[in-house]
């Protein structure tokens, strides 16, 4: 087939046509040609701009650019370079200006126009501007890296990229944190000597920056300077400028007594500054700059395995590196910098796999470096659980690394087990508590009759010895009923006789004795006197938790509650004998006569034991309890327990019995808390098969199952079988969005209530009350694998016809942050490589017919770019393809797509990306079009005509009740992997109308906004709706009236339906500028100024709509080319109150007519002027609107520029805080539209906008004026006295003088602008740690004390100055009393013998003492100002009273009386006084006379014999007339008493009966024996024996034997001793058991207790065995890893070998001697720096790893790795 030159074959227009699909498909909705290359950067060094062209491919204007930028050359031109705009400036010192030549210098940092090229004539004040726009690349600002490019001014970062905002941190690191450097601050001071000319100031180390040191006296700066090869210099900086020291620029300033030297750094060599000493004053040199960081750690890679195999670890190190040098150094350099924290060592598992079989030795590799191996570590352990009778204690045990610093880290246990963990628990206290013993029972207090008889109980410790500890309700009882049955011959007694005995005082005193200890315990002291002299009374004590202080020896009382166990009794009942007239009492002092005539009588009933019950248990160990029965003893009869005396009952008596094992049965633990709290649950238990072998021991056996021959009780159980409240379900997580470089998963939540019978009940998420768990989460964290990552393609290679196109491509991988890194080609190697060229087309070079031309060319579709908003129902609606529809629901909806050049029958549709065919709901028909038959939720998405290789799109949006959007059914699924991280949150108002945020219309979640494609409009449409309110129910509800009613064309209906229209028409590009507009003002304003453009909009639509009746839109077919706003233009004018409106455009005006074509009509835009630095105060400020302005006193003028560009012309207005301004002569408007405010003032402070309106729209800029000056404090003039108030409040400036422990408040408000800040100190130094400060300055001081009484300041600052405030705070406290004095304890505890101590109180004391005594008063009081004290005596001064008589001690605390005498009675009193109060003290003091008198003769000490004697009765008297407590008479002289006899007569005869004697049998049975006799005492005192007949009246004769140790014989019985195969214990010593077993001599086996009696034999001993002769051997030390250093390290091999075979046997043999250590250090010598030498012996295997190239492995082996 012939071709025509020049045109295409059907192959190439194949490809034709398949390039341009393919490039639509890459480029979108774009008609540009790929970007060109890059042009030659305009500068080749000190930072360029370089563009890029492309070529639109359209017929019409394409959005967009069509050059690009960005930087190039950004490294620093040589200083011979010289500066780039002086360069231009000095271009044209040889073209004349004027007339005359010039040469000219450069103008910098012109506010105005820092891109113009301004220049100075040199020697003149001449400046002009040379050129409008300065090359691209100048630098706008010198101390900036802005650009300017193509005249405007560009935002360059210190990253080089054009609109990067990063900034350098003061280390000189883009974007840093200022980690890798310090501030280093100070100031030296001189001393001028006549022996030196000059002093080293400081040493400023390489790469320093911002240094600034300033001179301040006669003396002179000089510099040294050393560069890193060695090279020295001076400078002695004898002239101001500046110079280039070392390539480093330094600024030196010199005035005449300051020098000031400064640098931006960073110093390319070390600095020295020295000061040359000019006069002898002293001077001062401050210097301020920021060091590097030059040595930081590094961390190495991980060490060789610690073993071969079988397991072991690995770890890595850190090495101090040298940044300047890059050169390992010592350690100490990075300790040198506590910015720098060694980073902790890493371990690893290595070498797991097992060790060979012959071969079970691990061969441990030493490290380069030194690291101990972990070990396990203990806590102390704690306090035994029991003091007594065996406990346990407890510890934790960790396993730990200490690093080379020596700190101790805790690490996973598995690194320690290699060594035996400790144990965790180990018993205590085994030793028996201590237990009550009871010694004899007296004899009975009387001779006939009902009687008390007393024994002494002690508690006994494990040693033997009388201490505390029992328990109190164990304790066996003290005194007990005890009856003569000898007949009494008088009247019976009330009650028991009491006696008072010796043994009876004795067993009160240690009836509790407790001794302090180191444990906290309750300490009771001894019992008070009877309350009453007779009778029944009662008796206190003081009970005190106290604790013995070790260190100290000292005893210090606690509160009760740090003492554990029941506290002791404080009171108790008492008898202290019967009262006159009703039995006799007993003195102490007269218990030794009374001993001597009792004797013991055997009641005639008494207790006994009778058999026992039956056995607890059946088996394991029970108990039998011993059956106490009343007996008559003569009888042995059983007789009524209320004949024996209740109080003799024996003890309980228990025995074992039943010893034998249980049968197995089932036992079972707790059941587990239930699975569920409601719904249904279930609960667990365990159940066992349990063999009980001792219930004594708890000693049980668990069996199988089948053991147990009972069912097997349920371990599962149902529980809580109620409804759930609601709660939140989640689903399994979904598959990550992607694998790699980090990806997000998304999950459904359900709202759901677990019924009672399981199941599950779906509900709405309101009934949900807890927060909704979260739905996405990221995934996928990990390095992606290397892949092709293609560029953009280069412009085609032709401009008409065919040619190629080319792109680059590069290997890529992705990190787990998401971040591509390029990498090597060959790691894609075994990737498939995209193509990196293609066909592209163009049209073609030839003129074609027009047929042909026709023929060629491609297919295109007529869209157009409008936003529809349906208001009212409307049965059928028709749209062009490109716009977007908010539509009402049940509309009918065609959406057509013009195309020139396709057939229409061609065209496919589809939606949201999937094909869309005919259905019952929708029609494809096949003229173009789709029809959608009455809009459904599920009809919302995007519709896409598809006519060949061109497409466009239509977007449907369905409007919902209240005005709120429909969701669609699809986007709910995806709306959680869309939102990716947009949470239920309501969207702040500067988010709200910005494009990709949509609100979710629903009820349930009506704040919800997500990220859509085509929702860039849905915020400004949802306002919109909202302004115009009409609401879809009124809607609703009005057409179906209208449908109801018959007669629907009235005059009222149809004005009504022609003034509401039924669809608005908007332009995008208007959209576009409403956005826009909103997003440029600030945050607060946002959502007030969009509530106000879109009512704007709303009213310009409304009155610019067509008519209502042309409901189907086909005017868009017919005009393509419309303005923004349908059909009508308007003005916007200002009212009286500053509200722009709109009226109407007179159109006969020619001078106000408007072209209608769309190019002519421009939106206002306010011009914002950049301006990085703010605007410097001065008397006259001229200001662009939008930067903020502060105003100074001296300001006389303000004027705020606001400049505006639109078509038609915009109409400027200015409003301030919302409000119309009001002008005046001082507030005006100027001819260009600015705002002009002379001698402004603070009224003037607000916030200023500027609005500039046309019909097309608005847009508005603000700009806030603020006055600025030194802060103000508020201080109070009035000082402030509140001694009465617990809380105060005060502002600053005052004295506050305030109560103790009161909360105090110091108020400092301060004013200013800028804000201040506030500091506070205290006596100009820190505050105390209870004294708060909060953000508004104000200081909060809780639980005020003494310390914090002082001077506090108040010191605010800005920029404009400080000012301080004071406040001196005074504490006072009036005077209290203060019983607890220790002072005053402390006087009282050394008082003499005969000394009464008594304190005063405010109530008053009353004290009685007798005549003669001293007396010592106190006065307990305390305050602040310490208060005076004055005594007083009966109202009157004591000194006018007494005289010499008295002594005031103790700083007047304490009033002493020596000797006092009736005379001295009466009222003492002392009074306490400071400033704040007075309080006063009273003590009554009485005089009384004590004596003793002999009163009347007490009973007889005998009922019969010869030794009864009968004693007078001492009393004491008081003022000889009141009998009181004998205790008041101690001291006092006691008459003379002698006994009387009496009860001289024979004694009734009695049977009298001796001790038991020992029985003669151990076991077996045996009789021990008494005598037993009958005995009469006359009344001469001799004791006769009588026959046994005479004492028959007496009762039954006494046995005088019984039976004793009838328990079965017992012994030990040992087997032989078993071989010796224990573990060793020395050298060829070993272990051997035997078994020990407890046996009747009939072979029956009993348990251990009852052989207790012998001593049982050993069970172990020592044997000599030959397995257990070894020992450790140890190999020789490897070779040191290192020659010199701090890292050389070396091992050993140990192992445990048999002396005689010389074999290696396992080290548990060894373990009874300690083992040789493996490994230690060595070499420890300092290396020589010079000398090039291998310090570690793996330089062979680094050598062969290549690992050389590594700068750690090179140091180490430097000779191995020389050359390489």
Not at 552 to 577: F, I, N
Not at 1275 to 1281: F, I, N
Request: aromatic fraction near 8%; charged fraction near 20%.
């Amino acid at each position: 087939m012939e071709t025509i030159p020049g045109y295409c074959t059907d192959h190439e227009l194949l490809l034709f046509f398949s390039s341009r699909a393919a490039r639509s498909e890459e480029d979108g909705d774009s008609q540009w040609d790929a970007w060109g290359p890059w042009s030659e950067c305009s500068r080749t060094c000190g930072g360029g701009a370089s563009y890029s062209l492309r070529r639109c491919l359209s017929s019409r204007n394409c959005e967009g650019l069509n050059i690009r930028y960005r930087t190039c050359s950004s490294v620093d031109c040589p200083l011979e370079a010289g500066d780039f705009r002086a360069q231009q400036c000095s271009a044209h010192n040889d073209v004349k200006y004027q007339g005359q030549y010039y040469d000219w210098l450069p103008i910098y940092n012109d506010p105005d126009k820092p891109c113009a090229l301004k220049c100075l004539a040199k020697g003149t004040a001449l400046v002009v501007e040379l050129a409008p726009k300065v090359l691209d690349g100048t630098r706008c600002y010198t101390e900036a890296l802005h650009m300017c490019i193509s005249g405007n001014c560009q935002v360059v970062g210190c990253d080089h990229k054009l609109g990067s905002h990063a900034k350098e941190d003061n280390c000189g690191v883009c974007s840093g944190n200022g980690s890798t450097c310090r501030l280093v601050r100070g100031q030296y001071r001189s001393q001028a000597s006549s022996n030196k000319l000059d002093d080293t100031v400081i040493a400023i180390p390489y790469g320093s920056r911002h240094v600034r040191i300033v001179l301040k006296g006669l003396d002179h700066l000089h510099l040294e300077t050393m560069t890193l090869l060695g090279h020295k210099g001076e400078n002695s900086l004898s002239s101001p400028g500046i110079f280039s020291i070392e390539n480093t620029s330094v600024e030196f300033q010199k005035f005449p007594e300051k020098e000031i030297l400064r640098t931006n750094g960073p110093l390319s060599a070390d600095f020295t500054v020295k000061i040359q000493h000019v006069g002898t004053a002293d001077n001062t040199v401050q210097f301020f700059f920021y060091q590097p960081i030059i040595h930081q750690w590094r961390e190495t890679d991980f060490f060789p395995c610690s073993v071969t195999c079988g397991g072991g670890y690995q770890l890595t190190s850190a090495e101090c590196y040298d940044l300047r040098s890059e050169r390992m150094v010592s350690d100490q350099y990075c300790h040198y910098y506590p910015e720098n924290v060694k980073p902790k060592p890493k371990l690893q598992e290595c070498s797991m796999d097992p060790c060979p079989a012959s071969d079970g030795y691990k061969q441990i590799i030493p490290f380069d470096h030194f690291h101990p191996l972990p070990r396990w570590d203990s806590s102390p352990w704690t306090a035994c659980s029991s003091s007594c009778g065996g406990g346990a204690q407890l510890r934790t045990v960790s396993c730990v690394e200490e690093d080379i610093h020596g700190e101790v880290n805790n690490v996973e246990e598995w690194k320690c087990m290699y060594i035996q963990k400790f144990p965790v628990m180990q018993p205590c206290n085994l030793f028996d508590c201590p237990k009550w013993l009871a010694q004899e029972w007296s004899p009975c207090t009387v001779t006939c009759g009902q009687g008390l008889r007393y024994r002494v109980v002690l508690c006994i410790d494990h040693r033997g010895l009388h201490a505390g500890g029992c328990n109190s309700k164990t304790k066996p009882h003290v005194k007990e009923e005890c009856v003569v049955t000898v007949p009494c011959y008088k009247p019976k007694e009330k009650l028991p006789v009491e006696a008072k005995l010796p043994w009876y005082k004795q067993a009160q005193e240690l009836e509790e004795l407790l001794v302090v200890s180191e444990e906290p315990s309750f300490i009771p002291q001894p019992w008070s006197p009877c309350s009453t002299t007779c009778g029944v009374g009662t008796q206190g004590r003081k009970v005190t938790c106290q604790v013995l202080l070790s260190f100290s020896q000292s005893v210090e009382d606690l509160p009760d509650d740090e003492c554990e166990g029941t506290k002791p009794q404080t009171e108790r009942a008492c008898y202290t004998g019967p009262c006159s007239g009703e039995t006799v009492e007993y003195d102490l002092e007269e218990a030794d006569l009374l001993s001597t005539n009792l004797q013991d009588f055997d009641e005639l009933y008494d207790w006994d034991y009778e058999g026992f019950t039956e056995c607890s248990e059946s088996c394991a160990g029970g108990v039998q309890e011993a059956i106490v029965v009343c007996l008559n003893k003569q009888t042995r009869e059983t007789v009524d327990e209320s004949l024996c005396i209740i109080h003799r009952r024996p003890p309980q008596l228990l025995k074992v019995c039943n010893l034998g094992p249980c049968p197995p049965r089932w036992e079972f633990g707790k059941w587990s808390a239930c699975s569920s709290s409601c719904g249904v649950g279930l609960q667990t238990r365990d159940v066992f098969c349990v063999h009980l072998l001792s219930r004594e021991s708890d000693e049980t056996a668990i069996l199988g199952d089948k053991n147990c021959p009972q069912l097997k009780p349920d371990n599962v159980q149902a529980c809580n079988p109620f409804n759930c409240p609601p709660d939140w379900h989640s689903e399994g997580w979904q598959q990550c969005s992607q694998n790699c470089g980090g990806g997000v998963q998304i999950r459904r939540v359900h709202c759901k209530q677990r019924m009672a019978d399981g199941s599950f009940l779906d509900l709405a998420e309101e009934f949900c009350l807890t927060r909704k768990p979260d739905v996405h989460r990221v995934c996928g964290n990990v390095d992606c694998p290397t892949e092709w990552l293609p560029s953009e393609w280069l412009q085609c290679s032709t401009t008409c016809g065919e040619g190629t196109q080319r792109r680059d491509v590069v290997c890529r991988k992705m990190g787990r942050d998401g971040i591509s890194n390029t990498r090597n080609i060959s790691d894609c190697s075994n990737l498939p490589r995209p193509p990196m060229l293609r066909l592209c087309s163009f049209t073609p070079c030839a003129r074609l017919n027009r047929k042909e031309y026709k023929h060629q060319q491609g297919p295109h579709i007529l869209s157009l770019r409008k936003v529809y908003v349906q208001l009212r129902k409307e049965r059928k609606l028709q749209f062009t393809t490109g716009g977007l529809a908010y539509l009402l629901p049940k509309t009918s909806v065609v959406i057509r797509c013009p195309v020139r050049r396709f057939r229409k029958s061609m065209i496919t549709w589809e939606k949201d990306g999937k094909h869309l065919s005919s259905s019952s709901h929708v029609t494809v028909t096949n003229f173009g079009y789709i029809k959608i038959n009455r809009l459904k939720p599920v009809n919302i998405g995007t519709y896409t005509c598809v006519a060949g290789p061109v497409h466009d799109n239509f977007v449907i949006k369905i409007i919902g009740s209240n005005n709120k959007l429909i969701e669609s059914p699809s986007s709910s699924k995806q709306e959680e992997a869309i939102g990716k991280g947009i949470s239920n949150e309501a969207v702040s108002p500067k988010d709200k109308y910005l494009p990709g945020l949509r609100m979710n219309g629903s009820k349930s979640d009506k704040n919800r906004f997500f990220i859509n494609n085509h929702s860039q409009y849905d915020g400004i449409i949802l306002k919109l709706l909202e302004i115009k309110d009409w609401s879809r129910e009124s809607l609703d509800s009005r057409e179906s009236q209208e449908s109801t009613e018959k007669d629907f064309t009235s005059a009222e209906d149809a004005s009504m339906e022609s003034t509401i229209p039924l669809t608005y028409v908007i332009d995008e590009e208007r959209l576009d500028e409403v956005s826009r507009a909103i997003s440029r003002q600030p945050d607060d304003l946002k959502d007030v100024y969009a509530t106000h453009i879109i009512a704007q909009l709303v009213a310009e639509i409304s009155k610019w709509q067509p008519d209502a009746n042309e409901s189907k839109l086909k005017h868009e077919e017919r005009n393509t080319d419309t303005s923004s706003v349908e059909l009508s233009f308007h003005k916007i004018t200002i009212d009286g109150h500053g509200v722009p409106r709109l009226s109407s455009v007179d159109w006969s005006n020619p001078k106000e007519s408007i072209h209608a074509s769309k190019d002519s009509f421009k939106a206002p835009v306010i011009l914002q002027k950049t301006n990085d630095k703010v605007l410097p105060l001065s008397a006259e400020i001229i200001a662009d609107v939008g930067h903020t302005v502060l105003l100074a006193h001296w300001t006389h003028t303000l004027v705020l520029r606001c400049e505006a560009e639109g078509n038609p012309k915009p109409v400027i207005s200015w409003t301030k805080n919302g409000q119309m301004l009001k002008y005046s002569y001082r507030i005006k408007i100027l001819p260009d539209q600015a705002l002009q405010i002379l001698a402004p003032n603070e009224s003037d402070v607000g916030v200023y906008t500027c609005t500039a309106t046309s019909p097309i729209g608005l847009d508005s800029l603000s700009s806030k004026v603020a006055v600025t000056g030194k802060p103000v404090i508020r201080v109070s003039k009035h000082d402030l006295v509140n001694i009465n108030s617990t809380s105060v409040s005060v502002d600053i400036g005052s004295v506050v003088k305030a109560r103790l422990r009161a909360n105090i408040t110091i108020m400092c408000q301060v004013n200013g602008v800028p804000e201040p800040t506030v500091i506070w100190t205290k006596d100009h130094g820190p505050l105390d740690p209870n004294v708060q400060h909060f953000q508004n300055g104000s200081l909060s001081i809780i639980n005020v004390t003494l310390a914090n009484q002082g001077l506090y300041t108040c010191q605010a600052s800005n920029a404009f100055g400080q000012v301080t405030a004071t406040t001196a705070l005074v504490l006072q406290d009036p005077p209290r009393a203060y019983p607890e004095s220790k002072d005053l304890m402390r006087v009282f505890a050394v008082t003499g013998y005969n000394v009464h101590t008594v304190l005063a109180t405010v109530p008053g004391t009353k004290e009685v003492l007798s005549s003669g005594s001293t007396v010592v008063v106190g006065c307990p009081v305390k305050g602040h100002p310490k208060p005076s004290i004055s005594w007083l005596y009966n109202g009157k001064a004591i000194s006018t009273v007494f005289g010499q008589e008295h002594q005031i001690l103790a700083s007047q605390h304490i009033l002493q009386i020596p000797k006092i005498t009736k005379g001295l009675r009466g009222d003492y009193s002392c009074i306490a006084e400071n400033e704040v109060g007075s309080l006063t003290l009273k003590v009554t003091v009485e005089i009384a006379e004590y004596e003793w008198l002999i009163g009347e003769l007490k009973p007889c000490s005998a009922p019969c014999g010869n030794k009864g004697l009968q004693f007078p009765k001492l009393k004491c008297l008081q003022d000889n007339s009141i009998e009181v407590d004998k205790s008041h008479c101690k001291g006092r002289p006691q008459p003379d008493i002698h006994g009387v006899t009496c009860n001289t007569r024979d004694c009734p005869p009695r049977w009298i009966v001796s001790s038991w004697s020992l029985c003669p049998q151990r076991c077996g049975g045996g009789t021990r024996k008494r005598l037993v006799s009958c005995q009469k005492v006359t009344a001469a005192g001799i004791l006769l024996d009588l026959a046994p007949d005479v004492c028959a009246q007496s009762g039954k004769k006494p046995a005088d034997s019984h039976t004793c140790n009838r328990h079965s014989c017992s012994e030990w019985v040992t087997s032989n001793w078993g071989q010796c195969n224990g573990r060793c214990v020395g050298l060829r010593l070993g272990i051997q058991h035997r078994h020990i077993l407890c046996r009747a001599q009939n072979g029956t086996k009993l348990p251990f207790q009852q052989c207790n009696s012998s001593t049982r034999p050993l069970s172990t001993q020592n044997c000599t065995s030959d397995v257990c002769t070894v020992q450790w051997r140890s190999s020789s030390w490897t070779p040191c890893t290192s020659s010199c250093g701090n890292y050389g390290f070396q091992s050993r091999r140990v192992e445990c070998v048999h002396l005689h075979t010389n074999k290696q046997v396992r080290e548990q043999f060894c373990l009874w001697k300690q083992r040789p250590v493996t490994w230690q250090r060595c070499n420890i010598i300092p290396c020589e720096k010079s000398e090039c030498r291998d310090t570690t012996r793996y330089c062979e295997m680094v050598k062969r790893l290549k690992l050389c190239l590594l700068s750690q492995y090179k140091l180490r082996c430097c000779e191995s790795c020389r050359g390489i």
